[in-house]
């Protein structure tokens, strides 16, 4: 048996895509457990660049099964563009599973998004304003639509007109913009679920069986741990779970099921959205960071904020998720600076701190404590073991693993699969 879960282990966009991808080539079935179409993975697979945002990238292996578990919201019309683009594309979907338990993205919950953004203003969270946080909000309010729900007509209709009555009112008294008619989303809706019928299935039995049977079974989330709803840097965050524990709540396994955790950690700091960034740089430095690396989201093409790596922060990861290994990338992206910085912990009102604030308000305050590293000042692509890098480059990688206390088990030199150097069996 071999479970293994990938979480990113920093504000998200850790180059998760590229591992999962890396380490489907190995799994007999890949599980999204969380999240929504507010977040992408993007993998390069001979030059060619697939974008990703609900179904696992382990779609692109054709013996790979795939599943949407529980735990994730689905936009349907989203997964239904995402499945003809994967087969226009030569990619079959045959593999794709989809649990009738999770529950729907819907139009009302985009529009929810929206107007509470603006309501905000400048205190806002930054949101992708796909809907993702006000379908959760649903789901916890327990009155929530899900996907096996579009397969009964008549109990589809009674609780969709019950939750369009009540937003509804809501958007009229409270937003004064419009609402939503009944009878063209009841039509649409069913028309979706008879288009995802065949991809439904009972995700919790499925995955099980896997594992029993022997199966190689990898675990995807979205985001990171430091846009985790219990975890993060609240009330910058996500609406759901990416930590690991995540996968077991999201996917409908036991946590004595897991074997392995990877937390993913780019070789510098990114982030999406607002909130807290102590290690965050806005000069040209930043700005030389952002292009070499193509810092820009996969689903909304936001420039995304960059900075040092900071140690506390993938100490904090590596607690919570109790990490097993850390999966480096983007090495490559530090090719051409003279030296480089790691935050080793932070000052606050005189006192240091090793350990990440749980609180916002010390959190906005504190000054980065950072140790210079040289260069390497050279290309890495090339590289296919870890001898091969500078004395520079393995000589950061050999400090990361010193400040977080977790091994290094693979090292990303490029975009390609090729650029992918593992320094230990992962499955």
Same mark, same amino acid.
């Given at each position: 048996?071999?479970?293994?879960?990938?979480?990113?282990?920093?504000?998200?966009?850790?180059?998760?895509?590229?591992?999962?991808?890396?380490?489907?080539?190995?799994?007999?079935?890949?599980?999204?457990?969380?999240?929504?179409?507010?977040?992408?993975?993007?993998?390069?697979?001979?030059?060619?660049?697939?974008?990703?945002?609900?179904?696992?990238?382990?779609?692109?292996?054709?013996?790979?099964?795939?599943?949407?578990?529980?735990?994730?919201?689905?936009?349907?019309?989203?997964?239904?563009?995402?499945?003809?683009?994967?087969?226009?594309?030569?990619?079959?979907?045959?593999?794709?599973?989809?649990?009738?338990?999770?529950?729907?993205?819907?139009?009302?919950?985009?529009?929810?998004?929206?107007?509470?953004?603006?309501?905000?203003?400048?205190?806002?969270?930054?949101?992708?304003?796909?809907?993702?946080?006000?379908?959760?909000?649903?789901?916890?309010?327990?009155?929530?639509?899900?996907?096996?729900?579009?397969?009964?007509?008549?109990?589809?209709?009674?609780?969709?007109?019950?939750?369009?009555?009540?937003?509804?009112?809501?958007?009229?008294?409270?937003?004064?913009?419009?609402?939503?008619?009944?009878?063209?989303?009841?039509?649409?809706?069913?028309?979706?679920?008879?288009?995802?019928?065949?991809?439904?299935?009972?995700?919790?039995?499925?995955?099980?069986?896997?594992?029993?049977?022997?199966?190689?079974?990898?675990?995807?989330?979205?985001?990171?741990?430091?846009?985790?709803?219990?975890?993060?840097?609240?009330?910058?965050?996500?609406?759901?779970?990416?930590?690991?524990?995540?996968?077991?709540?999201?996917?409908?396994?036991?946590?004595?099921?897991?074997?392995?955790?990877?937390?993913?950690?780019?070789?510098?700091? *990114?982030?999406?959205?607002?909130?807290?960034?102590?290690?965050?740089?806005?000069?040209?430095?930043?700005?030389?960071?952002?292009?070499?690396?193509?810092?820009?989201?996969?689903?909304?093409?936001?420039?995304?904020?960059?900075?040092?790596?900071?140690?506390?922060?993938?100490?904090?990861?590596?607690?919570?998720?109790?990490?097993?290994?850390?999966?480096?990338?983007?090495?490559?992206?530090?090719?051409?600076?003279?030296?480089?910085?790691?935050?080793?912990?932070?000052?606050?009102?005189?006192?240091?701190?090793?350990?990440?604030?749980?609180?916002?308000?010390?959190?906005?305050?504190?000054?980065?404590?950072?140790?210079?590293?040289?260069?390497?000042?050279?290309?890495?692509?090339?590289?296919?073991?870890?001898?091969?890098?500078?004395?520079?480059?393995?000589?950061?990688?050999?400090?990361?693993?010193?400040?977080?206390?977790?091994?290094?088990?693979?090292?990303?030199?490029?975009?390609?699969? *090729?650029?992918?150097?593992?320094?230990?069996?992962?499955?």
């Amino acid at each position: 048996m071999s479970a293994v879960v990938v979480v990113g282990a920093q504000w998200g966009d850790e180059g998760k895509g590229k591992v999962i991808d890396f380490l489907s080539e190995q799994a007999d079935m890949v599980v999204r457990h969380q999240g929504g179409n507010n977040a992408g993975h993007t993998v390069v697979v001979d030059d060619k660049v697939f974008k990703l945002h609900l179904i696992p990238s382990g779609i692109l292996y054709p013996d790979t099964v795939c599943v949407i578990a529980n735990g994730v919201v689905v936009d349907p019309a989203t997964l239904l563009d995402e499945i003809a683009y994967l087969r226009h594309e030569g990619v079959s979907t045959d593999r794709l599973l989809l649990s009738s338990q999770a529950h729907l993205v819907m139009p009302y919950h985009a529009r929810l998004d929206a107007v509470n953004e603006d309501r905000l203003g400048a205190h806002k969270l930054g949101t992708t304003l796909r809907g993702i946080g006000p379908a959760y909000m649903d789901k916890a309010a327990r009155v929530g639509l899900r996907v096996g729900d579009l397969l009964h007509p008549d109990y589809f209709a009674a609780r969709l007109r019950s939750v369009l009555e009540e937003k509804n009112r809501l958007f009229a008294r409270a937003y004064d913009v419009p609402g939503f008619e009944f009878d063209e989303m009841y039509e649409r809706y069913l028309a979706y679920g008879e288009a995802l019928r065949p991809f439904l299935a009972n995700t919790s039995v499925e995955i099980n069986r896997a594992i029993g049977a022997g199966d190689r079974v990898l675990f995807e989330g979205a985001q990171g741990t430091h846009l985790d709803i219990d975890h993060g840097t609240f009330p910058f965050v996500t609406s759901s779970h990416p930590v690991a524990g995540g996968a077991c709540i999201g996917a409908g396994v036991g946590p004595t099921k897991i074997t392995q955790v990877y937390g993913v950690v780019k070789a510098y700091t *990114s982030r999406v959205g607002d909130g807290p960034f102590p290690t965050e740089l806005t000069g040209p430095q930043g700005d030389h960071i952002r292009e070499r690396g193509s810092e820009y989201g996969t689903t909304t093409g936001r420039p995304r904020r960059v900075g040092w790596l900071d140690s506390a922060v993938l100490r904090h990861s590596a607690r919570v998720n109790g990490m097993t290994g850390i999966a480096v990338t983007r090495l490559d992206v530090l090719d051409d600076l003279d030296e480089l910085r790691i935050a080793t912990g932070y000052r606050y009102q005189g006192a240091v701190l090793e350990d990440f604030p749980e609180m916002l308000p010390v959190l906005e305050q504190v000054e980065p404590l950072y140790e210079t590293l040289p260069g390497w000042r050279q290309s890495i692509g090339q590289a296919r073991k870890l001898g091969d890098l500078p004395k520079a480059a393995q000589a950061y990688l050999a400090r990361l693993e010193d400040l977080t206390g977790v091994p290094i088990v693979l090292v990303s030199v490029g975009r390609d699969r *090729s650029n992918t150097i593992p320094l230990t069996e992962l499955f």
